[in-house]
């Protein structure tokens, strides 16, 4: 069965930059996007880009270009999200999520985030 | 790119139906037929119930389903039941590969 099992939660000061894993397993790692999608406290779900495992090409939502690095690591079927320059508005839930179409069709189990000086 | 619009709550009886709007532009919505629908309860992740405006994923029970018009696309929840009380959010792709979320909605089984 699929399964996409996240890194534990994070503390970090506003400035400093947090990197979330995804392990991916169940399937053939390579074949499928994987999306981040993140969540306020209280908030909605946002996209912020995509991953391709295969060729590591990525798309990132404009809002957060230049501040967030998508990468994998094919021999350990890991995808990783990197955001730099903490701000307190970055705490979040940070789900990786796997697509076989235009569609999100399994999500880890969340990184909590939180962003405090 | 902007979220898609949903209303902040809907709310039905037991058995009865509810339906959440989920407005964007010829950008988004209006121009692929690629809107999903998430269900999520408190602390979980979400769950794909509907793709490709009306597609259902197998397990999905045929009580949901989804349409669009326009920029503006449904899900409708028929025979309400108790399971169905969670936050619901559309998404669609918005062109070049990236997507975009709506506000989300909150069903409330009365």
């Known amino acids: 069965q699929v399964q996409l099992v996240q890194s534990g939660a994070e503390v970090k000061k506003p400035g400093a930059s947090v990197k979330v894993s995804c392990k991916a397993s169940g399937y053939t790692f390579t074949g499928y996007y994987m999306h981040w999608v993140r969540q306020a406290p209280g908030q909605g779900l946002e996209w912020m880009g995509w991953?391709?495992?295969?060729?590591?090409?990525?798309k990132y939502a404009q809002k957060f270009q230049g501040r967030v690095t998508m990468t994998r690591d094919t021999s350990i079927s890991t995808v990783y999200m990197e955001l730099s320059s903490l701000r307190s508005d970055d705490t979040a839930v940070y789900y990786c999520?796997?697509?076989?179409?235009?569609?999100?069709?399994?999500w880890g189990q969340g990184t909590l985030v939180t962003v405090s000086a | 790119q902007s979220a898609l619009t949903q209303p902040p709550s809907a709310s039905g009886s037991p058995g009865q139906s509810v339906t959440i709007s989920c407005t964007g532009t010829s950008s988004d919505v209006g121009g692929y037929n690629y809107v999903s629908w998430y269900q999520q309860y408190p602390g979980k992740a979400p769950k794909v119930m509907i793709y490709e405006v009306s597609k259902r994923p197998s397990g999905v029970p045929d009580r949901f389903s989804g349409s669009k018009s326009g920029n503006t696309a449904s899900l409708t929840v028929s025979g309400l039941q108790a399971e169905d009380e969670a936050d619901y959010y559309c998404?669609?792709?918005?062109?070049?590969?990236?997507?975009?979320f709506g506000t989300g909605t909150k069903v409330t089984v009365l």
């Open positions: 991953v391709h495992p295969n060729s590591g090409s990525t």
């Open positions: 999520a796997m697509s076989s179409s235009p569609r999100f069709d399994y």
């Open positions: 998404c669609s792709h918005a062109g070049s590969d990236i997507y975009v």
